[in-house]
Protein backbone atom coordinates (compact mmCIF):
# COMPACT_ATOMS: atom_id res chain seq x y z
CA UNK A 1 0.00 0.00 0.00
CA UNK A 2 1.39 3.31 -1.11
CA UNK A 3 0.81 6.50 1.01
CA UNK A 4 -0.83 9.33 -0.50
CA UNK A 5 -0.47 12.51 1.18
CA UNK A 6 -4.25 14.52 1.19
CA UNK A 7 -4.20 17.39 -1.36
CA UNK A 8 -4.81 20.41 1.60
CA UNK A 9 -1.25 18.49 3.38
CA UNK A 10 0.14 19.16 0.13
CA UNK A 11 -0.47 22.27 0.02
CA UNK A 12 0.58 23.12 3.52
CA UNK A 13 3.67 21.33 3.08
CA UNK A 14 4.25 23.34 -0.14
CA UNK A 15 3.71 26.56 1.59
CA UNK A 16 6.48 25.17 4.39
CA UNK A 17 9.09 24.58 1.91
CA UNK A 18 8.66 28.00 0.54
CA UNK A 19 9.03 29.67 4.07
CA UNK A 20 12.14 27.47 4.41
CA UNK A 21 15.52 29.83 4.75
CA UNK A 22 17.82 27.23 3.90
CA UNK A 23 18.05 23.32 3.06
CA UNK A 24 17.66 20.84 5.64
CA UNK A 25 17.82 16.92 5.36
CA UNK A 26 14.86 14.35 6.45
CA UNK A 27 16.74 11.38 7.27
CA UNK A 28 14.90 8.27 7.26
CA UNK A 29 15.70 4.03 7.60
CA UNK A 30 13.82 0.94 6.44
CA UNK A 31 14.07 -2.53 8.56
CA UNK A 32 12.62 -5.35 6.61
CA UNK A 33 9.12 -4.29 7.43
CA UNK A 34 6.25 -4.42 5.47
CA UNK A 35 5.70 -0.76 6.00
CA UNK A 36 8.37 -0.07 4.30
CA UNK A 37 7.56 1.01 0.85
CA UNK A 38 4.55 3.08 2.59
CA UNK A 39 7.10 5.07 4.56
CA UNK A 40 9.53 5.58 1.56
CA UNK A 41 6.19 6.97 -0.54
CA UNK A 42 5.59 9.57 1.67
CA UNK A 43 9.66 10.37 2.13
CA UNK A 44 9.16 10.35 -1.93
CA UNK A 45 6.34 12.93 -2.31
CA UNK A 46 7.77 14.78 0.77
CA UNK A 47 10.88 15.83 -0.75
CA UNK A 48 8.81 16.41 -4.27
CA UNK A 49 6.52 18.70 -2.39
CA UNK A 50 9.56 21.06 -0.37
CA UNK A 51 12.60 20.85 -2.58
CA UNK A 52 14.77 22.36 -0.67
CA UNK A 53 14.62 19.06 1.93
CA UNK A 54 17.64 17.00 1.07
CA UNK A 55 16.49 13.17 1.53
CA UNK A 56 19.25 10.75 2.83
CA UNK A 57 18.75 7.01 3.74
CA UNK A 58 19.95 6.24 6.93
CA UNK A 59 22.67 3.36 7.50
CA UNK A 60 23.79 3.51 10.65
CA UNK A 61 21.19 3.97 12.58
CA UNK A 62 19.58 0.28 14.00
CA UNK A 63 15.74 0.94 14.08
CA UNK A 64 13.53 -2.13 14.72
CA UNK A 65 10.73 -0.47 12.53
CA UNK A 66 10.63 2.11 9.65
CA UNK A 67 11.80 5.63 10.66
CA UNK A 68 11.72 9.18 10.01
CA UNK A 69 14.48 11.22 11.99
CA UNK A 70 14.00 14.85 12.50
CA UNK A 71 17.37 14.46 13.99
CA UNK A 72 19.68 12.02 15.80
CA UNK A 73 17.42 12.13 18.91
CA UNK A 74 14.25 12.24 17.20
CA UNK A 75 12.56 9.40 15.17
CA UNK A 76 9.18 9.41 13.34
CA UNK A 77 7.47 5.50 13.79
CA UNK A 78 4.78 7.14 12.03
CA UNK A 79 3.31 8.94 9.22
CA UNK A 80 2.83 12.22 10.35
CA UNK A 81 -0.05 13.50 8.27
CA UNK A 82 -3.53 14.85 8.98
CA UNK A 83 -3.01 16.90 12.37
CA UNK A 84 0.48 15.27 13.43
CA UNK A 85 1.21 17.20 10.36
CA UNK A 86 2.16 20.65 11.70
CA UNK A 87 4.15 19.60 14.53
CA UNK A 88 6.49 17.09 12.34
CA UNK A 89 6.93 20.20 9.70
CA UNK A 90 7.70 22.94 12.67
CA UNK A 91 10.33 20.06 14.59
CA UNK A 92 12.01 19.51 11.44
CA UNK A 93 12.84 22.94 9.99
CA UNK A 94 13.68 23.89 13.86
CA UNK A 95 13.65 21.55 16.93
CA UNK A 96 13.92 24.45 19.34
CA UNK A 97 10.45 25.40 18.43
CA UNK A 98 8.90 23.41 21.05
CA UNK A 99 11.38 24.89 23.76
CA UNK A 100 9.12 27.47 24.43
CA UNK A 101 6.18 25.20 25.58
CA UNK A 102 8.46 24.15 28.78
CA UNK A 103 8.40 26.49 31.55
CA UNK A 104 11.60 28.10 32.29
CA UNK A 105 12.44 26.53 35.75
CA UNK A 106 11.89 23.24 33.79
CA UNK A 107 14.08 23.91 31.60
CA UNK A 108 16.98 24.86 33.48
CA UNK A 109 16.04 21.71 35.72
CA UNK A 110 16.32 19.78 31.91
CA UNK A 111 20.06 21.17 31.87
CA UNK A 112 20.97 19.12 34.98
CA UNK A 113 19.92 16.06 33.11
CA UNK A 114 23.20 13.32 33.90
CA UNK A 115 21.67 10.01 31.76
CA UNK A 116 20.30 9.51 28.96
CA UNK A 117 16.39 9.23 28.69
CA UNK A 118 14.05 7.41 26.23
CA UNK A 119 10.34 8.76 25.81
CA UNK A 120 7.90 7.00 23.59
CA UNK A 121 5.14 8.75 22.28
CA UNK A 122 2.12 6.41 21.16
CA UNK A 123 -0.75 8.19 19.13
CA UNK A 124 -2.82 7.20 16.73
CA UNK A 125 -4.85 8.87 13.30
CA UNK A 126 -7.01 12.04 14.24
CA UNK A 127 -6.13 11.90 17.54
CA UNK A 128 -7.42 15.58 18.80
CA UNK A 129 -4.87 15.26 21.73
CA UNK A 130 -1.80 13.78 20.40
CA UNK A 131 -0.51 16.52 18.89
CA UNK A 132 -0.49 18.69 22.10
CA UNK A 133 1.64 15.86 23.81
CA UNK A 134 4.12 15.58 20.83
CA UNK A 135 4.35 18.77 21.21
CA UNK A 136 5.37 19.16 24.79
CA UNK A 137 7.71 16.14 24.59
CA UNK A 138 9.60 17.72 21.89
CA UNK A 139 9.85 20.77 23.42
CA UNK A 140 11.52 18.32 26.70
CA UNK A 141 13.92 17.11 23.51
CA UNK A 142 14.99 20.44 22.91
CA UNK A 143 15.87 21.04 26.20
CA UNK A 144 18.36 18.38 26.48
CA UNK A 145 20.89 16.31 24.24
CA UNK A 146 20.33 13.55 26.52
CA UNK A 147 16.26 13.05 26.00
CA UNK A 148 15.65 11.19 23.21
CA UNK A 149 12.21 11.03 21.44
CA UNK A 150 10.20 7.83 19.38
CA UNK A 151 6.93 8.89 18.69
CA UNK A 152 4.90 5.50 17.63
CA UNK A 153 1.48 5.23 15.61
CA UNK A 154 0.32 2.16 17.30
CA UNK A 155 -2.34 1.73 14.68
CA UNK A 156 0.44 1.34 11.83
CA UNK A 157 2.62 -0.97 14.43
CA UNK A 158 0.33 -3.08 16.10
CA UNK A 159 2.72 -5.44 17.85
CA UNK A 160 4.27 -2.69 19.07
CA UNK A 161 1.20 -1.50 21.00
CA UNK A 162 0.46 -4.50 22.17
CA UNK A 163 4.15 -5.63 23.65
CA UNK A 164 3.83 -1.69 25.35
CA UNK A 165 0.16 -2.19 26.41
CA UNK A 166 -1.09 0.49 24.56
CA UNK A 167 -4.88 0.88 25.30
CA UNK A 168 -5.50 4.59 24.72
CA UNK A 169 -3.83 7.43 22.45
CA UNK A 170 -1.93 9.95 23.07
CA UNK A 171 0.21 7.39 25.80
CA UNK A 172 3.75 8.55 26.98
CA UNK A 173 6.51 5.68 27.88
CA UNK A 174 9.37 7.06 30.01
CA UNK A 175 12.25 4.22 30.21
CA UNK A 176 9.82 1.24 29.52
CA UNK A 177 8.99 2.08 33.06
CA UNK A 178 6.54 4.98 33.87
CA UNK A 179 3.49 5.98 31.51
CA UNK A 180 0.85 8.29 31.20
CA UNK A 181 -2.22 8.34 29.17
CA UNK A 182 -4.19 11.80 28.38
CA UNK A 183 -2.51 14.75 29.11
CA UNK A 184 1.21 14.91 30.33
CA UNK A 185 2.69 17.38 32.74
CA UNK A 186 6.41 18.33 31.37
CA UNK A 187 7.53 19.51 34.79
CA UNK A 188 6.57 15.83 35.93
CA UNK A 189 8.19 14.04 32.99
CA UNK A 190 11.57 16.48 33.76
CA UNK A 191 11.51 16.02 37.70
CA UNK A 192 11.39 11.36 37.05
CA UNK A 193 14.31 11.98 34.27
CA UNK A 194 16.31 13.47 36.71
CA UNK A 195 15.75 11.62 39.53
CA UNK A 196 15.85 7.68 37.76
CA UNK A 197 19.24 5.51 38.01
CA UNK A 198 20.79 4.28 34.91
CA UNK A 199 21.38 0.87 36.05
CA UNK A 200 17.36 0.50 35.77
CA UNK A 201 16.84 1.18 32.75
CA UNK A 202 14.79 -1.82 30.61
CA UNK A 203 16.40 -3.63 27.81
CA UNK A 204 14.14 -1.59 25.19
CA UNK A 205 15.17 1.59 26.34
CA UNK A 206 19.28 0.35 25.87
CA UNK A 207 18.08 -1.09 22.97
CA UNK A 208 16.27 1.73 21.66
CA UNK A 209 19.41 4.07 22.55
CA UNK A 210 21.74 1.70 20.39
CA UNK A 211 19.37 1.34 17.54
CA UNK A 212 19.44 5.13 17.20
CA UNK A 213 23.18 5.12 17.05
CA UNK A 214 24.11 5.83 20.85
CA UNK A 215 26.25 2.58 21.67
CA UNK A 216 28.84 4.26 22.85
CA UNK A 217 26.52 6.08 25.16
CA UNK A 218 25.22 3.07 26.89
CA UNK A 219 29.02 2.18 27.65
CA UNK A 220 29.72 5.30 29.09
CA UNK A 221 26.80 4.91 31.32
CA UNK A 222 27.76 1.41 32.34
CA UNK A 223 31.36 2.75 32.73
CA UNK A 224 29.97 6.27 35.02
CA UNK A 225 28.50 3.62 36.95
CA UNK A 226 31.07 1.07 37.04
CA UNK A 227 28.74 -1.66 36.80
CA UNK A 228 27.35 -3.93 33.78
CA UNK A 229 23.40 -3.28 33.81
CA UNK A 230 21.13 -6.45 33.93
CA UNK A 231 19.89 -5.09 31.13
CA UNK A 232 22.89 -5.33 28.82
CA UNK A 233 23.04 -8.92 29.45
CA UNK A 234 19.50 -9.34 28.11
CA UNK A 235 20.72 -7.89 24.98
CA UNK A 236 23.35 -9.62 24.15
CA UNK A 237 21.68 -12.81 24.62
CA UNK A 238 18.93 -11.50 22.59
CA UNK A 239 17.59 -14.32 20.16
CA UNK A 240 17.65 -11.88 17.32
CA UNK A 241 21.09 -11.08 16.25
CA UNK A 242 20.98 -7.63 14.66
CA UNK A 243 19.88 -6.95 18.83
CA UNK A 244 23.08 -8.58 19.86
CA UNK A 245 25.23 -6.99 17.24
CA UNK A 246 23.93 -3.70 18.65
CA UNK A 247 25.04 -4.79 21.86
CA UNK A 248 28.36 -5.76 20.87
CA UNK A 249 29.20 -2.69 19.47
CA UNK A 250 28.24 -1.31 22.79
CA UNK A 251 30.48 -3.65 24.40
CA UNK A 252 33.37 -3.16 21.74
CA UNK A 253 33.44 0.79 23.15
CA UNK A 254 33.60 -0.58 26.59
CA UNK A 255 36.42 -2.63 26.31
CA UNK A 256 38.10 0.47 24.73
CA UNK A 257 36.96 3.26 27.48
CA UNK A 258 36.86 0.60 30.67
CA UNK A 259 38.36 -2.52 29.67
CA UNK A 260 38.53 -3.31 33.74
CA UNK A 261 34.68 -3.27 33.65
CA UNK A 262 34.27 -4.81 30.63
CA UNK A 263 36.10 -7.86 32.22
CA UNK A 264 33.07 -8.12 34.47
CA UNK A 265 30.69 -9.63 31.71
CA UNK A 266 32.10 -13.13 32.32
CA UNK A 267 30.19 -14.20 35.07
CA UNK A 268 26.51 -12.92 33.96
CA UNK A 269 27.24 -14.44 30.70
CA UNK A 270 28.94 -17.82 32.06
CA UNK A 271 25.54 -18.14 33.88
CA UNK A 272 23.20 -17.84 31.23
CA UNK A 273 25.20 -19.49 28.62
CA UNK A 274 23.48 -23.28 28.47
CA UNK A 275 20.16 -21.38 28.34
CA UNK A 276 20.58 -20.37 24.96
CA UNK A 277 20.88 -21.25 21.53
CA UNK A 278 23.94 -22.59 19.59
CA UNK A 279 23.97 -19.00 17.33
CA UNK A 280 23.99 -16.87 20.73
CA UNK A 281 26.51 -19.14 22.33
CA UNK A 282 28.69 -17.81 19.62
CA UNK A 283 27.84 -14.97 19.97
CA UNK A 284 28.35 -14.95 23.86
CA UNK A 285 31.92 -16.81 23.74
CA UNK A 286 32.79 -13.31 20.90
CA UNK A 287 32.36 -11.43 23.57
CA UNK A 288 34.23 -13.48 26.35
CA UNK A 289 37.14 -13.29 23.86
CA UNK A 290 37.28 -9.94 23.68
CA UNK A 291 36.85 -9.32 27.22
CA UNK A 292 40.39 -9.53 28.53
CA UNK A 293 39.63 -11.40 31.62
CA UNK A 294 41.04 -14.94 31.43
CA UNK A 295 39.21 -16.00 34.25
CA UNK A 296 36.83 -16.68 31.56
CA UNK A 297 40.15 -19.34 30.53
CA UNK A 298 38.63 -22.46 32.02
CA UNK A 299 35.36 -21.93 30.76
CA UNK A 300 35.91 -21.80 27.19
CA UNK A 301 38.43 -24.69 27.38
CA UNK A 302 35.43 -26.44 29.00
CA UNK A 303 33.58 -25.46 25.64
CA UNK A 304 35.85 -26.24 23.49
CA UNK A 305 36.40 -29.54 24.41
CA UNK A 306 32.63 -30.33 25.07
CA UNK A 307 29.65 -31.90 23.61
CA UNK A 308 28.50 -28.48 21.60
CA UNK A 309 27.77 -27.73 18.25
CA UNK A 310 31.07 -27.26 15.88
CA UNK A 311 31.18 -23.89 15.16
CA UNK A 312 31.05 -23.10 19.34
CA UNK A 313 33.84 -24.92 19.80
CA UNK A 314 35.57 -23.66 16.98
CA UNK A 315 34.30 -20.11 18.76
CA UNK A 316 35.73 -21.38 22.20
CA UNK A 317 39.29 -22.20 20.24
CA UNK A 318 39.51 -18.81 18.79
CA UNK A 319 38.17 -16.77 22.07
CA UNK A 320 41.16 -18.53 24.23
CA UNK A 321 43.73 -17.74 21.12
CA UNK A 322 43.12 -14.37 22.15
CA UNK A 323 42.93 -14.07 25.53
CA UNK A 324 46.33 -15.93 26.22
Known amino acids: MITAIADSEKERIRQWGRDLAADITLRY ?15 DQFTDLAPRVRVKKDG ?4 SRPTLFIDKRVGYQALPV ?9 ALSD ?9 PETRQRLAKIQAPALIKVYIAPFCPFCPVTVSIVLGLAACSNLIRVTVIDGSLFVEAAQKDRISAAPTVILDDQFRWTGSVDGDELATLMLDRDPADLG ?13 EDVARMMGDRGLIFHAFIDLLTHPRW ?6 MVSFESLVEYYPGLAGKVVEPLVAVFEEVDDGVKGDLIHVLGESGNGASLMFLATVAGGNYDEEVR ?4 EAIEKLE
Open 203 to 215: ADALRDMIEGGDA
Open 95 to 103: RSTFAEHIA
Open 314 to 317: SAAA
Open 60 to 63: DAMP
Open 82 to 90: DRELDPFLA
Open 242 to 247: SVRLGA
Open 29 to 43: ATTGHALDKRFKSFV
